[in-house]
């Protein structure tokens, strides 16, 4: 079974891109898929992969079709990176830890 | 279009109060690592040298760390690609050494961790924290008690 998870969603550059076009301000989807060179049906196979990754919503407003994003999900890509930084911040006390030791050995 | 919001490095700095040569030491000398570092079976300071290293979980999952020099400057910067055995992606640390009063500030930086989101939440929030957690809480914790 395919996974749908925030990772999946944005580890295409289509889809990042998608991304950073609706995250300020909701976009008719035509709109959206003629910003990109590729066709029409890959965009909308990106756009729903989007949706059921949870990072975009489809709304019917009238005869149009609006694109929105939901980025709250995004979260969890942030603590994704922050794990990095929590790591590479406690080599640094270990460092420091080290080199105090040996200082005072 | 922009994406470089998930393309910026990690970043952290800190200033120490030892020489340059001193921290150079701990970072490139093998008996040193190993006591604050990792536990690697060799390692010379040389573009292109490979090294690699397993830390994992207490309940016994290991991740193969792989790594390859990718510049030297003595007692200035020494910078290495990381990987992943099995795991897509690839990043590249470095850490910058910078005279700084009578101390050293240490910057490391760690670029491309991006690229391991399409590992998923289960390496990233699951084993992997907490393979770090106790690398770094229990095996550290246990070495300078004891030595």
């Known amino acids: 079974m395919m996974r749908r998870d925030v990772f999946q969603a944005i580890a295409d550059p289509t889809r990042r891109a998608i991304i950073n076009l609706v995250a300020l301000k909701r976009q008719n989807l035509n709109a959206v898929a003629e910003q990109f060179d590729i066709s029409r049906p890959a965009i909308s196979r990106h756009i729903k992969i989007l949706q059921e990754c949870g990072l975009l919503v489809i709304k019917q407003q009238g005869r149009e079709r609006y694109c929105e994003a939901r980025l709250q999900n995004l979260r969890e890509v942030a603590l994704f990176t922050e794990q990095f930084r929590a790591f590479w911040t406690d080599k640094l006390d270990a460092l420091e830890t080290y080199l105090d030791q040996d200082e005072h050995s | ?147």
């Not at chain 2, 919001?5 to 800190?14: D, F």
């Not at chain 2, 190993?34 to 309940?59: C, I, M, N, V």
């Open chain 2, 1 to 147: 279009m922009d994406t470089s919001a998930q393309n910026q490095p990690i970043v952290v700095e800190r200033l120490f109060r030892a020489s340059p040569e001193r921290i150079w030491q701990a970072l490139t000398d093998l008996d040193q690592m190993k006591k604050w570092y990792f536990k690697l079976d060799a390692f010379k300071p040389e573009p292109g040298f490979e090294f690699q290293f397993r830390s994992g979980t207490s309940d016994g999952t290991q991740f193969l760390h792989l790594c390859k020099i990718t510049k030297v400057v003595p007692c200035k910067m020494l910078a290495y690609t990381w990987q992943y055995q099995g795991v897509p992606g690839l990043s590249e640390v470095s850490f910058e050494l910078f005279a700084e009063g009578t101390g050293t500030r240490v910057v490391i930086s760690h670029s491309g961790t991006d690229s391991f989101v399409s590992a998923g939440p289960d390496f990233a929030l699951a084993s992997f924290t907490k393979g770090w957690t106790y690398i770094l809480n229990i095996s550290l914790a246990t070495y300078l008690s004891e030595s």
